[in-house]
């Protein structure tokens, strides 16, 4: 007998949110992208989060992990929204984004403060630029006692975030980090890697990473230069970093040169 296959597989990552990796892994992507599915116990009502790339297989496992009334989108990157579209027409829900080129079906453009109510959930959008000038991250203040927080790419799973300069900027996602630090010990449900419990102990850890590089460039600079080039700072401060991942270790360069020089100008 010719067995099919098994389909995506759905995982528990928290009391309210379950999710499916999507087939896109890589070194930006980690794993691949964690598309959430969030339902209350016992209701076939449904809220996705990141839809993920177009992969027909994973996006009609997300329209049958349950009645999906509502589809959100973290960030404009297309392993979050490229199949947006495709799962709105698959069913039927709305598609809301903070960039409205990134909204479908009606949806509206997401606001900082709104609290969404849908399929039985209590839903808060967090405005959190810095990965991207449109990133935001959603809290579950009714998931678990803590609470929970899908956050993105503005943290991970594991590793750090790159930002995507010049869109994303540093000055803005040292205050992003600020902001989530407030929500404290709630759980960190991250679209690429794993879940992770306390947000406010990884914001700590993500500000003393960044704070760290910051002081590394500065060094860099003292030896290479004021006006150094993105390319030969990048070259004394990630040295490590493979040709993968060259490209975005030059736009945090770029970002934290911003933020450096920007720092002098205004001083």
Not at 114 to 130: D, N, Y
Not at 132 to 155: K, R
Not at 207 to 215: I, S
């Amino acid at each position: 007998m010719v067995t099919s296959p098994p389909g995506p597989l759905l995982q528990r990552s928290s009391a309210l949110t379950r999710f499916i990796l999507a087939p896109n892994p890589g070194p930006m992507s980690l794993e691949g992208t964690n598309s959430y599915v969030l339902q209350t116990a016992g209701s076939p009502a449904a809220v996705v989060v990141d839809p993920g790339p177009l992969d027909d297989t994973h996006l009609q496992a997300l329209a049958g992990a349950g009645a999906v009334e509502l589809i959100l989108v973290t960030h404009r990157h297309a392993d979050h929204t490229a199949g947006s579209a495709r799962l709105h027409q698959l069913t039927g829900a709305p598609v809301r984004a903070a960039d409205p080129a990134h909204c479908h079906g009606g949806g509206a453009t997401l606001r900082d403060g709104e609290v969404i109510r849908a399929a039985g959930l209590e839903i808060r959008v967090l405005a959190t630029p810095g990965h991207t000038s449109d990133s935001v991250c959603f809290n579950l203040p009714g998931d678990g006692p803590q609470g929970s927080v899908l956050t993105g790419d503005t943290i991970l799973g594991r590793g750090t975030t790159m930002l995507d300069y010049p869109d994303g900027t540093l000055g803005d996602y040292l205050s992003t980090l600020d902001r989530l630090e407030a929500l404290g010990a709630a759980t960190v449900l991250p679209a690429h890697g794993p879940v992770l419990p306390s947000l406010e102990l990884i914001v700590r850890a993500y500000r003393d990473h960044r704070l760290e590089r910051l002081a590394q460039i500065r060094a860099a600079l003292g030896r290479l230069g004021p006006d150094a080039a993105v390319g030969d700072v990048t070259d004394a401060v990630y040295s490590d970093v493979g040709p993968s991942v060259r490209r975005a270790a030059e736009m945090s360069v770029a970002a934290q040169l911003d933020y450096l020089r920007g720092a002098a100008r205004d001083g």
